[in-house]
């Protein structure tokens, strides 16, 4: 068995767990692991909400995987893939190059002022709140009542961390930034738009449950639109997830209001089509729809207007094109056979692989990520005997190659530097972490240099 280093591009679970597999499975794998920004963990540390540590506790089981000896899996942080790094130096270090830098993007929503001032992606205020450092640090929070567009757990995100108030986030490791910002915050009422029916809803049952598990929240599911046909009634029978969100929303329905002063407003069967306003958003514009009898829907004509100051689009993530490789734009994949990357005429790209939403979209759980990872792993395992060895055979040549060209990269031992300052920054607050947002300030800690205050 010879000795091979390959590369991965993007430091979420998708190419965590491929770094993982491949060193579990191949004895002489070398792995390093590569990412943009100076720490791991990808959209679990930037892209769920703060107030959900439970689902953070993945983060445990991708922090054993980078842990490892450096000789095994090797973090290289602070490192922008087609700026930092080309294909073609990848090529000369490494036997083959894994690709799993997910998706960040917002899908877009073709309707009319879709564009006007006070319309938002959720992918933004996500990476706003998660305290992401590439965004801006503000954010305005001054519309009283918001609709958010969508039926998907960050749509419950977006709606939960605009109704409930900031002091009630203290506990969780959001930012003094975002908690300011939220502490402006003027919300009162969120109205959550899905299209289709209640057994149509793709929320996790246990994020809908703690949907109101805040004493300032109520939850008022609206009666309009909670239609359950045949092909939904098959759906609440076979699948234990549908039948638990739907029975939630039975039972929000049934409950009433506290009179609590924020409120989380569902409505079903409410497709937007248009966003109002001229100089900035006014309401929105939806047409009440109706079960086609295969989970689908069809408008009825029937619109209404809601007096909203803020529109948040929550229906989808989108990856982007990588440099140098091919790019299925409709799809917002990069094209593939079983993470093999194809050229666009059907041929293999020359060892180059991908994993995780940048190869099948954003979509799936952790467990999805992990048998696709394994599935691109044994492709890569398949192809071995034909792969070129790289021309640099030694590790630490693609370090020195960074280093001579300016850039900053960081490491697995800065990043523990960085762990344990955010860390020790909560304690003095009781909490359980601060993140530190900026760029600069993140490198500075993880060196030691940053003083805390």
Same mark, same amino acid.
Not at 14 to 42: Q, S
Not at 201 to 205: D, H, L, T
Not at 391 to 398: N, W
């Given at each position: 068995m010879r000795k091979i280093q390959v590369a991965v591009i993007g430091a979420g679970p998708?190419? $965590? #767990? %491929? %770094?993982? $597999?491949?060193? *579990?499975? #191949?004895? +002489? %794998?070398? &792995?390093?692991?590569?990412?943009?920004?100076?720490?791991? #963990? !990808?959209l679990v540390r930037y892209g769920v909400a703060p107030d959900h540590p439970r689902i953070k506790e993945i983060i445990k089981a991708l922090r054993r995987v980078l842990s490892r000896d450096e000789n095994s899996v090797r973090f290289i942080g602070n490192v922008h893939y087609s700026t930092d790094l080309k294909l073609g130096t990848l090529r000369r270090h490494y036997d083959a190059v894994i690709f799993s830098t997910g998706a960040r993007a917002d899908r877009t929503l073709d309707i009319p002022g879709i564009e006007l001032p006070g319309s938002y992606g959720a992918a933004d205020f996500v990476s706003w709140y998660d305290g992401h450092p590439d965004v801006p640090r503000t954010w305005p929070l001054t519309a009283k009542h918001v609709a958010v567009l969508g039926a998907g757990n960050v749509a419950l995100d977006i709606a939960r961390m605009l109704a *409930? /108030?900031?002091?009630?986030?203290?506990?969780t490791e959001i930012p003094g930034n975002v908690y300011q910002g939220l502490v402006a915050n003027q919300a009162t009422d969120v109205h959550v738009f899905a299209r289709r029916g209640p057994a149509q $809803? *793709?929320?996790?049952?246990m994020e809908f449950r703690e949907l109101s598990h805040s004493p300032s929240v109520d939850v008022i599911v609206h009666p309009e639109g909670f239609e359950i046909d045949e092909a939904s009634q098959h759906a609440i029978n076979t699948s234990k997830s549908t039948r638990l969100v739907v029975d939630t929303m039975m039972k929000y329905l049934q409950r009433e209001p506290t009179g609590a002063p924020h409120r989380i407003h569902l409505h079903l069967s409410q497709a937007p089509v248009a966003v109002l306003g001229t100089d900035r958003v006014?309401?929105?514009?939806?047409?009440?729809?109706?079960?086609? !009898?295969?989970?689908? &829907?069809? !408008?009825?004509?029937?619109?209404?207007?809601?007096?909203?100051? %803020?529109? #948040?689009r929550a229906v989808g993530y989108l990856s982007? +094109?990588?440099?140098?490789? /091919?790019?299925? +734009?409709?799809? !917002?994949? &990069? /094209?593939?056979d079983a993470g093999r990357v194809l050229d666009i005429d059907g041929g293999l790209v020359d060892a180059a692989y991908v994993t995780g939403w940048i190869k099948r979209g954003p979509i799936g759980l952790i467990g999805h990520t992990k048998s696709d990872a394994a599935e691109t792993i044994a492709s890569l395992l398949n192809d071995l005997p034909g792969l070129r060895a790289p021309? $640099?055979?030694? /590790?630490?040549?693609?370090l020195a190659h960074l280093s001579a060209n300016g850039v900053d990269y960081t490491t697995w031992a800065e990043w523990e530097r960085l762990d344990s300052h955010e860390i020790s920054l909560g304690e003095v607050q009781g909490r359980e972490r601060v993140k530190v947002v900026a760029r600069d300030e993140m490198i500075q800690a993880g060196r030691g240099a940053l003083v805390r205050d």
């Open positions: 998708a190419g $965590i #767990y %491929a %770094a993982d $597999i491949l060193t *579990k499975e #191949y004895e +002489h %794998a070398r &792995v390093d692991v590569f990412d943009r920004l100076p720490a791991p #963990y !990808g *409930k /108030p900031a002091d009630e986030q203290l506990g $809803i *793709k929320f996790s049952p006014e309401g929105l514009r939806t047409e009440r729809t109706e079960l086609c !009898g295969d989970g689908n &829907v069809r !408008g009825t004509g029937e619109f209404t207007d809601w007096p909203v100051e %803020a529109v #948040y982007s +094109h990588l440099a140098e490789l /091919p790019f299925d +734009h409709h799809a !917002g994949v &990069v /094209p593939n021309e $640099i055979g030694d /590790p630490d040549a693609i």
